[in-house]
Structure formats: structure tokens, C-alpha cells
């Protein structure tokens, strides 16, 4: 086990908190049907970034900000059987109010639908999609979301699953990144878990049971 003391923690919502690849491959295969036929979510998304930076490279440029709403707008009739990543509950639960938020390349309902859909108390504010000017990989969301809860990024935590935004952690300065499954090994977390089982509050630190390395690709 590791110990690791920190003051503020940083949760991505999806593939770190709740699993909504369902839910969201309803949703994009609905839309593709009308804007990209050719899409096909579950091999193409690139994860961990905007859903509005996929849009683009799929529309024509005056297309994207329609296409982009209808988008979402399907994603949140789709929520309903978005679930928690194992641990998630309890994680989020033992954790104290105001030293931890979201930061999702979400927009905000979305994400705000999916963590109840989840089970997963919302936190007072949450850094969303519409929060920034540049996306994940850019540092700007965590170093906004270190903003929010008043707290250097030096003495945050990030977990994260998704290389884009253990590159956008790093570049923010946090501390510690904690990459969960077995996809986020090809970022390089400074700590890989399994799921949030893996993941406990002491009331000062997290407890953690690192997983095997996976290999990168």
C-alpha cells in the first residue's frame, strides 16, 4: 500500500467515477446516424477530451456548434443506466466537502445527471466543458479545478483514466496522478489502481493499492 498525503483531490467524472460507455454510445450512435455515418463511437472516440473537439473533425466547420448541442442533448436523454465505477460511493463519500470537484470534458448537466444516475453526492462545483477555452490536453481544466476548491495543484491529487488527461494533469503542476484502469497505464500515472476499490481516506491521505503496471502499447 501507498500513503499518500494531499490536500485537495481532482476526480474526471467518466471511466473515473462512472462508467457511461453505454449510456454514451446510445447517445453518439443516434447522432452519427444523422451527422457521420460513418462514426463509429466504440472505435473511434478518443476519450478523455471534448466532445466537441470529435464534433469538429466530423462536420463541416458551420455545422459544429448545432451538431454539437444536439449532442448533447442526446447524451442526456441517454443517462439512464449510467452506473458507479466500483468504489466510487464510498470514495467520494469519506471524502471532505470542499476538498475535492469534478473536472470533466463534459458539459456540465451531463455530468451533473450522470453522477446521480450514479449514486455519487455532487460536489459544490464542478469544472465543466463550457468552464474552459482549451480542453484536456491542456492544463487549463485542473488548474481551474485547483481554483475552485482553493488549493494549490502541487498539493492535489488527479485521477484520471485517459492519457489526455494525465498529460493535461501534468502540465497543470498537481502532485500526484492516479491513473485508474488498466487504459490510463499508457499516460504514465505516478500511481495505477484497478477501479476506486483500490482507493481509501484516512482523514489526512489516500490509501492506495497500486495495480500491476499494464503494458503499453
Known amino acids: 500500500m501507498v500513503r499518500i498525503p494531499v490536500e485537495g483531490l481532482l476526480f474526471d467524472c467518466d471511466g473515473v467515477l462512472v462508467d457511461s460507455i453505454e449510456s454514451a ?3 453518439w450512435g443516434v447522432w452519427s446516424e444523422r451527422w457521420a455515418p460513418e462514426f463509429d463511437f466504440h472505435r473511434d472516440i478518443v476519450h478523455g477530451v471534448r466532445a466537441v473537439e470529435t464534433v469538429r473533425t466530423l462536420v463541416a466547420a458551420d455545422d459544429v456548434e ?3 448541442a444536439e449532442l448533447e ?3 442526456i436523454e441517454h443517462v439512464e443506466g449510467t452506473a458507479a465505477i466500483p ?3 464510498e470514495l467520494t463519500d469519506a471524502l471532505p466537502q470542499g476538498a475535492w ?5 463534459g458539459a456540465r448537466e451531463l455530468a451533473a445527471r450522470r453522477l446521480a444516475s450514479a449514486g455519487i453526492a455532487r460536489p459544490d462545483g464542478i469544472v465543466a466543458a463550457e468552464d474552459v477555452s482549451n480542453g484536456k490536453p491542456d492544463p ?3 488548474r481551474r479545478g485547483a481554483e475552485l476548491i482553493g488549493i494549490d495543484p502541487a498539493a492535489c491529487v488527479v485521477f484520471e483514466d485517459a492519457p489526455a488527461g494525465i498529460a493535461a494533469a501534468r502540465a ?3 502532485g500526484t496522478i492516479v491513473g485508474v484502469g488498466a487504459g490510463a497505464a499508457a499516460g504514465s500515472p505516478d500511481v495505477l489502481v484497478a477501479d476506486l476499490r483500490d482507493v481509501s481516506w484516512d482523514g489526512a491521505a489516500l490509501v492506495v493499492t497500486p495495480a500491476e503496471p499494464a503494458p503499453v502499447a
Do not use: F, I, M
Open 66 to 68: 448545432r451538431a454539437n
Open 140 to 142: 487549463e481544466p485542473y
Open 25 to 27: 454510445g446510445r447517445a
Open 73 to 75: 442533448r442526446l447524451e
Open 172 to 174: 497543470a503542476g498537481v
Open 101 to 105: 470537484t469534478v473536472v470533466t470534458s
Open 87 to 89: 468504489g466510487a460511493v
